[in-house]
T-cell receptor, first 113, second 112 residues
Framework: ETGVTQTPRHLVMGMTNKKSLKCEQH?????MYWYKQSAKKPLELMFV???????ENNSVPSRFSPECPNSSHLFLHLHTLQPEDSALYLC????????????FGSGTRLTVV | QKEVEQDPGPLSVPEGAIVSLNCTYS??????FMWYRQYSRKGPELLMY????GNKEDGRFTAQVDKSSKYISLFIRDSQPSDSATYLC????????????FGSGTRLSIRP
């Protein structure tokens, strides 16, 4: 497992459910990110947190609600999702928000039914 | 026109072959160029990072950037079955995450 751990690995939820994705990094990084990866589409940046403060929201619908209680943990709360939200949700971290070399987790495969 | 274009593949080559993976882009402001490798059921991992035009070599991998033609290449020498993965090019205007534009990826398969 990499230094970024995501749970659960797979999630199936109905459109009326509420669920949360969890990400934890053990690398001592200060920046954390949520990305969405849909089949045959590029990675889409969703949110950026730097020192647990949200610094970017890439016009993400409000049915996705991020939470970063500290620099090591990141959550993505989901509610009333649509089938088109089915995708691989990837968490990443980096030493600082400005820079390269993101470390990605293995992702949560989300299916909305 | 997409900002970053990448042939989705799949590209299948025999073990030991030289592999060439390519991307084209439209934004002349891109200055940083990255390649990520993504194995099945895993997140992407940074493979190569270059700044501006030129070549960069790391073991069996060579990244090449031609800014005049807006063309990015990744060459893999002596390809191995363990190189089978999806390769994502990711050019960027700057170091902020929002400035990084990922390609859709090319799926590569190395036949033993």
């Amino acid at each position: 497992e990499t230094g970024v751990t995501q749970t659960p690995r797979h999630l199936v939820m109905g459109m009326t459910n509420k669920k949360s994705l969890k990400c934890e990094q053990h690398l001592g990084h200060n920046a954390m990110y949520w990305y969405k990866q849909s089949a045959k589409k590029p990675l889409e940046l969703m949110f950026v947190y730097n020192f647990k403060e949200q610094t970017e929201n890439n016009s993400v619908p409000s049915r996705f609600s991020p939470e970063c209680p500290n620099s090591s943990h990141l959550f993505l709360h989901l509610h009333t999702l649509q089938p088109e939200d089915s995708a691989l949700y990837l968490c990443a971290s980096s030493p600082k928000a400005e820079g390269y070399g993101y470390t990605f987790g293995s992702g949560t495969r989300l299916t909305v039914v | 026109q997409k900002e970053v274009e990448q042939d989705p593949g799949p590209l299948s080559v025999p073990e030991g072959a030289i592999v060439s993976l390519n991307c084209t882009y439209s934004n002349s402001a891109f200055q940083y160029f990255m390649w990520y490798r993504q194995y099945s059921r895993k997140g992407p991992e940074l493979l190569m990072y270059t700044y501006s035009s030129g070549n960069k070599e790391d073991g069996r991998f060579t990244a090449q950037v031609d800014k005049s033609s807006k063309y990015i290449s990744l060459f893999i020498r002596d390809s191995q079955p363990s190189d089978s993965a999806t390769y994502l090019c990711a050019p960027s205007e700057g170091s902020s995450a929002s400035k990084i534009i990922f390609g859709s990826g090319t799926r590569l398969s190395i036949r033993p």
